[in-house]
């Protein structure tokens, strides 16, 4: 470390002082770190700015011990005796005199040893340093050294609860990043079928649990299926106008002659071909979070985050078998919208009939069919309205009551078969084609199937390095200790 400065020199920015202060504190202010407050014997203490900043970090002077250098150029008549007893100035660890080499003496290239015994030399001939043990640099090496070892035996059972919590980090780092799988082919495809189980089971049970899982697909059943279905514009069908055009163009040339039923099969086919889109829709919805869910499994299986190759290809068939059990799930209910228009119940027609005539058995419950909008079909009046407005009132009140019942059905019918064609499968075989061509592939095949990141690679090797000086350091603690 450069020397404390009071002035700055030409060339020096004008914050040397202050930064030379500043790294100065930061390298001191640890509780581990000793300090060598290294003051000239020539200079008053009182203005040692090492002594001041060793205060500010070290008020209680456990981590101090004073150095007094220049002893050999002090003022003839003077020395640092009274210090060095410690009776002018006392520090809890004391002080200590050297003698360094001068700029003379390193012109002349003396080596160390020489300037050691030159100092030697210089405290056996003073009467004022003679009989004092605490002078010399043999003295100060000796001191620190044993000071630190005092230091560390103290700290020890820390230092070594340090160590042996950073091993267990190292060794769970490495865990997590997993051990490096090049190996023959049996254990890398072992390795591959174990990540894609990990990731199925993952999958099966995000799906089948609750929030962002299966809570997100009964959410698209009972909350945004019957939104839409429930919005759908019957009304616009519904409508007298709509009936009666529906009707005579149904009729065509030749009218009806009791009940207009082209008109009505047409009407119901209108009414059932807006279902269509809600029930498709549902089935895009479920296919979307199942694609996600696949994407929040994957992220679950750490020890798959490392082999880019492997997860992008397991990526890649979930999305194959979820687009076809999608395409399995639109054609079932685009089946289940065209059966309701293929077949018409007539005797929800012929029930409407009987119950609205007057030889309707008093005996038998009247049935309780409901319209679109909650009205009990049997209990209408159509007073007040032209004979043949009432009678196109009825034919879209039939309609609409059996749209209803149709309406009811497929909110029931629609989910069993998103979930029979999509969920289920999804749930049993996410990866079963993938596991299949896995098992055929060749020793090379696999290999690049592992290739993990780079980075991870990276990672695991520093840690490696890491773990061993550690481990290293425990030994030598366990040593120590002994």
């Known amino acids: ?40 014997a020539n200079a008053d203490l009182a203005t040692s700015d090492a002594l001041r900043i060793a205060r500010e970090v070290d008020p209680t002077g456990d981590r101090t011990i004073g150095v007094l250098t220049k002893v050999d150029i002090m003022d003839k008549g003077t020395d640092c005796r009274e210090i060095l007893l410690g009776k002018s100035l006392r520090l809890k660890h004391g002080w200590v005199a050297v003698v360094n080499r001068g700029q003379a003496d390193i012109n002349k290239r003396m080596t160390m040893n020489e300037a050691r015994a030159k100092e030697l030399e210089f405290f056996k001939a003073n009467d004022s340093y003679r009989d004092l043990d605490n002078a010399g640099t043999e003295y100060l090496a000796n001191k620190l050294s044993a000071h630190l070892i005092n230091e560390i035996t103290r700290k020890l059972p820390e230092i070594q609860s340090y160590v042996d919590k950073t091993i267990h980090d190292y060794q769970n780092q490495l865990k997590a990043l997993g051990t490096d799988v090049m190996g023959n082919r049996g254990k890398m495809l072992h390795l591959i079928l174990t990540l894609c189980q990990k990731v199925e089971k993952a999958f099966h049970r995000i799906v089948s649990g609750g929030e962002g899982g299966g809570e997100r697909v009964l959410e698209v059943f009972d909350v945004k299926l019957k939104e839409a279905i ?7 069908i519904l409508t ?42 549902a089935v895009e919805q479920t296919h979307q979070i199942l694609k996600s869910i696949v994407t929040m499994a994957i992220n679950e299986v750490t020890e798959l985050q490392r082999f880019v190759n492997l997860k992008s290809e397991i990526l890649a068939h979930s999305a194959v078998t979820l687009d076809r059990l999608k395409e399995s799930s639109e054609a079932t209910v685009r089946t289940l919208v065209d059966m309701e228009g293929s077949y018409l119940s007539a005797n929800f ?46 034919i879209s009140d039939h309609v609409s009551a059996y ?77 120590f200790r002994v």
Do not use: W
């Open 349 to 394: 027609f012929r029930e409407i009939v009987a119950a609205e005539s007057f030889s309707y058995d008093p005996n038998r419950p009247r049935p309780q069919f409901v319209t679109l909008n909650g009205e009990i079909l049997l209990e209408k009046r159509y007073d007040g309205m032209s004979a043949a407005d009432a009678h196109l009132q009825r």
């Open 240 to 281: 007298l106008k709509n009936v009666r055009n529906t009707i005579n163009e149904a009729d065509g040339y030749q009218p009806h002659i009791i009940a207009p039923e082209a008109g009505y099969r047409r009407l119901i086919e209108d009414g059932l071909t807006l279902l269509r889109d809600p029930s498709a829709k």
């Open 1 to 40: 470390m450069p020397g404390l400065t009071k002035v700055p020199i030409d060339g020096q920015p004008l914050s040397i002082v202050q930064e030379l202060e500043d790294m100065c504190r930061q390298y001191i202010k640890g509780d581990n770190a000793i300090i060598l407050a290294v003051t000239p």
């Open 403 to 479: 749209l209803q019942i149709v309406r009811s059905q497929l909110l029931a019918t629609v989910p069993k078969a998103v979930v029979h064609c999509t969920v289920v499968p999804a749930k049993e075989t996410l990866l079963a084609e993938l596991q299949e061509e896995v098992a055929g592939k060749e020793e090379a095949q696999l290999r690049r199937l592992l290739n993990e990141n780079e980075e991870v690679t990276r990672q695991r090797e520093s840690l490696k390095k890491r773990l061993e000086l550690m481990e290293r350091a425990a030994r030598e603690i366990m040593q």
């Open 230 to 236: 429930y919005k759908l514009p019957f009304d616009k």
